[in-house]
């Protein structure tokens, strides 16, 4: 005998919108591309890669049944990223990077009383843009050093 079911909207709830954290370790390097005018302007290009670990806080409901989750170390990401950045004298930069990378999340707790876990795996792409101010040590500690002799 068949049997209709309709399935409601509340049947699953999987959300990481509490928190998908992510704890990085990047390796980058700036090649140096061109000297724009008078060593007051550098046209540099980023290449890095990046290991990531992943804290999850899931909100898990499935069939009204369920919890929103402490936080807890999931997974992991790698990444790599490339792009330009504009320097301008010794202090500024611009940079606009893209970013890709994989994640895999073997331990995501799906409750918190007993030892149950989901696990997913996705793909990720981040485009960012990036002004920032960069202060050069070694030419303070260089003049510093001068003043003193």
């Known amino acids: 005998m068949r049997e209709t079911v309709t399935l409601e909207p509340n049947l ?3 959300e990481h919108t509490n928190g998908l954290n992510l704890v990085s370790l990047d390796i980058e390097y700036l ?6 005018y008078k060593h007051k302007f550098w046209l540099k290009w980023n290449f890095g890669l990046g290991g990531v670990w992943v804290i ?9 049944d369920g919890i929103d989750n402490e936080f807890h170390l999931s997974g992991y990401s790698l990444a790599a990223k490339t792009g330009p950045r504009l320097e301008f004298w010794h202090w500024g930069f611009l940079a ?3 970013k890709g990378g994989y994640m895999t999340l073997p ?16 793909s990720f792409v981040q485009v960012s843009v990036v002004a920032g ?4 040590i070694n030419r303070i500690h260089e003049k510093l050093k001068r003043k003193k002799i």
Do not use: C, G, M
């Open 12 to 14: 699953l709830q999987f």
């Open 31 to 36: 090649q140096p591309v061109w000297n724009i």
């Open 56 to 64: 999850t806080k899931t909100d898990v409901k499935i069939l009204n």
């Open 96 to 98: 606009a990077e893209v």
């Open 107 to 122: 331990s995501v707790l799906i409750q918190n009383n007993e030892p149950k876990r989901a696990n997913h795996n996705f």
């Open 133 to 136: 101010l960069q202060i050069p």
